[in-house]
């Protein structure tokens, strides 16, 4: 599945994921910096101001108003707290999901191999996102969950990265297993073998650690695929709730929106792209280089 | 018809019941039964009389009995009553099916055309400026957020030029002719296939690379014939071979992607139909929806399998289908 434009340059002499690197870099700044930031310009999230609706920008705000009157660009610099959120967390899932599966598949082989693939063929292939829909619709106190648990607040955050991860696991695990199929064979495990060691033993301490290298280059891959879900989810308003800000949420009202006030329709949008874009062309260097393929 | 298309078409089915069963036991967890509506809409009813009303419903039976009796109806043709609709859930899926259809394969046509020469290009001179250029472009494609390219659209071509209607259907009631439909296609389609185009260019890539190195390439440069004719007729043949069960195997992604378009363009088709359904608890609409799609995703994975096997006379003595 070669889409990489080989390089033998170093990661870090190449200009591209320097680029996507120093990208991703200032968002991660700024969502940690978010509290500062606002204290310095002296706006919120959440504050709304209905003399103030669909203004555009001002000195006081400088991206300026969104429907309720609330400072867009503090909604979008909380908003990318969440969405960063949600694709570390729901890509760190999806691996774990997707390198047990994977290693499982690749080390063991036979029958379980056959079945592992051919679920993950039958993810990969399926209309996902009705299904998700379904899950996304799910009242989680009808699952037997805590009244406490299910209503909280950040239940829907919750979910929404249980419900990547169940999407997004499936780059890891065919990563993760050509990568097992191709140590399985290696001296080190056989010596392992030989020795009497268990076979979670052999995973865990010869196998694991030599794929490592494809499953930071899976990792990477799926944050961006998880970013674009969960905008797509929040978008149809099935993930991050209101009043919680989320890029994709915040596109939510968007079709009445374009004709009242265009330019609040292109920046969440445009920071989803610039994000997920970053983190693919980020990831593809990775994979020339680690997998190689 | 060999045994391993007929594995295949088994192996199928049993996805397919696996889904339904599946999505049976999820939507009955989603909030507010038709009873629970009733209850909301009328304070009087009294617990007991919600028992009775589950009771004639048959919700208070165990879910797999449920589920066995809804499958039997569903094969015999009764897929029972829309709630949202009011009508028998045939009739609103039939045309929407339709109307996806179209728009599927409209997207799926005008990305190949786009597609083709775009990665036969690229595979010409791997890691030359084109293929670079190819690759950013198609990177672009598969991330950009679907449904705000959509808005983009609106944004430039109904807002700003006026040129294409906002929305991707003609309003309810009104007449038109099919040149008119398309019109309202435009955005829709154009929406759509960017993904597509981004994903199919990057396997036509990878495939023609790969057909690129085999002997009777060599052989074809060997005899003299010309480097187009090389890479179009030599070597584009043999690549659309794999590109084919890509290709299908990428009709689940473009159906969730045209749920999308259809919910930001109000075009009223399957993936907006499943939607509205799910939110707004018409339980029976959304099962045949839900199966429907993974039904038409699984076929055409099917017909691809069939289809390869045809085109390529080595699978058709093969073993297993492998990766």
Redesign the interface.
């Known amino acids: 599945?070669?889409?990489?434009?080989?390089s033998d340059r170093p990661l870090w002499r190449d200009p591209v994921p320097m680029i996507c690197l120093a990208l991703l870099g200032t968002m991660v700044l700024a969502a940690l910096l978010t509290p500062a930031i606002e204290r310095l310009l002296g706006v919120d999230a959440v504050t709304v101001d209905l003399f103030g609706r669909f203004q555009p920008p001002s000195e006081k705000h400088l991206l300026g108003q969104d429907e309720l009157g609330r400072d867009m660009l503090a909604r979008l610099l909380r908003g990318g707290q969440v969405s960063l959120l949600v694709g570390f967390l729901g890509a760190g899932l999806a691996a774990v999901i997707g390198t047990v599966i994977g290693l499982l598949a690749g080390y063991l082989g036979g029958r379980l191999d056959?079945v592992l693939?051919?679920m993950t063929?039958?993810v990969?292939?399926?209309?996902?996102?009705?299904?998700l829909?379904?899950?996304a619709?799910?009242?989680l106190?009808?699952?037997g969950l805590p009244e406490g648990l299910a209503t909280s607040e950040n239940a829907s955050l919750w979910k929404i990265v249980v419900i990547v991860a169940m999407a997004g696991w499936t780059t890891t695990a065919?990563l993760v297993r050509a990568a097992t199929l191709s140590v399985r064979s290696r001296t080190y495990v056989e010596a392992a073998v030989a020795s009497g060691a268990s076979t979670f033993r052999i995973l865990w301490r010869h196998v694991l650690p030599n794929v490592s290298g494809p499953i930071l280059v899976a990792v990477t891959l799926s944050i961006?695929n998880v970013i674009?879900l969960e905008?797509?989810l929040s978008?149809?308003?099935l993930g991050i709730q209101p009043p919680t800000p989320s890029w994709?949420a915040m596109?939510t009202n968007?079709?009445t929106i374009?004709?009242e006030a265009?330019h609040l329709?292109i920046w969440?949008?445009?920071l989803?792209?610039v994000t997920?874009?970053a983190i693919?062309?980020l990831g593809?260097s990775l994979r020339d280089r680690i997998v190689g393929v | 018809m060999s045994k391993r298309l007929l594995s295949r078409i088994g192996?199928s089915l049993v996805?397919l019941l696996l889904?339904s069963a599946g999505?049976y036991g999820?939507?009955g967890?989603?909030?507010?039964d038709p009873i629970d509506l009733m209850i909301q809409a009328d304070p009087r009813l009294t617990p007991e009389d919600a028992a009775r009303l589950k009771a004639l419903e048959g919700l208070d039976r165990p879910l797999p009995e449920r589920y066995a009796d809804w499958l039997w109806n569903a094969l015999q043709g009764d897929f029972g009553q829309s709630r949202l609709y009011k009508v028998p859930v045939a009739d609103v899926l039939v045309p929407r099916l339709g109307s996806t259809l179209l728009l599927l394969g409209l997207a799926m046509v005008l990305a190949l055309a786009v597609a083709i020469p775009a990665g036969v290009l690229a595979a010409a001179k791997?890691?030359g400026v084109t293929?670079?250029a190819i690759?950013?472009a198609?990177?672009?494609g598969?991330?950009?957020?679907?449904?705000?390219?959509a808005?983009?659209l609106?944004?430039v071509f109904a807002?700003g030029l006026g040129w294409l209607p906002a929305s991707g259907a003609p309003p309810a009631g009104r007449d038109t002719g099919f040149g008119d439909h398309l019109l309202y296609l435009v955005m829709p389609v154009a929406a759509l296939s960017v993904s597509a185009v981004a994903s199919y260019a990057?396997h036509v890539?990878?495939a023609m690379?790969e057909a690129m190195t085999e002997d009777w390439v060599r052989t074809a440069r060997a005899k003299g014939a010309s480097r187009a004719r090389v890479l179009w007729r030599h070597g584009l043949r043999n690549a659309l071979l794999p590109v084919t069960t890509l290709v299908a195997?990428d009709?689940?992604?473009l159906?969730?992607g045209a749920?999308?378009v259809e919910?930001?363009f109000?075009r009223p088709g399957m993936?907006k139909l499943?939607?509205d359904a799910?939110?707004g608890n018409d339980y029976n609409l959304?099962m045949i929806?839900?199966t429907l799609?993974?039904a038409v995703?699984?076929a055409a994975?099917l017909g691809a399998d069939a289809l390869y096997g045809r085109l390529d006379p080595r699978v058709r003595t093969g073993g297993?289908s492998g990766?």
């Open positions: 599945m070669s889409i990489a434009v080989a056959a693939m051919r063929d039958t990969i292939a399926l209309p996902i996102l009705p299904l829909i379904v899950l619709a799910l009242d106190g009808k699952l065919r961006g674009l905008s797509v978008f149809l308003g994709g596109l968007a079709q374009v004709w265009p329709a969440p949008g445009l989803v792209f997920v874009l693919n062309l593809d | 192996q996805i889904v999505s999820l939507i967890l989603m909030p507010g791997p890691r293929d670079r690759n950013l198609c990177f672009a598969v991330s950009i957020p679907p449904f705000w390219l808005l983009l609106i944004l807002v990057r890539r990878s690379i195997l009709i689940g992604t159906f969730s749920l999308i919910t930001v109000a993936g499943i939607y799910i939110l959304a929806g839900l799609a993974t995703t699984l994975n297993g990766l």
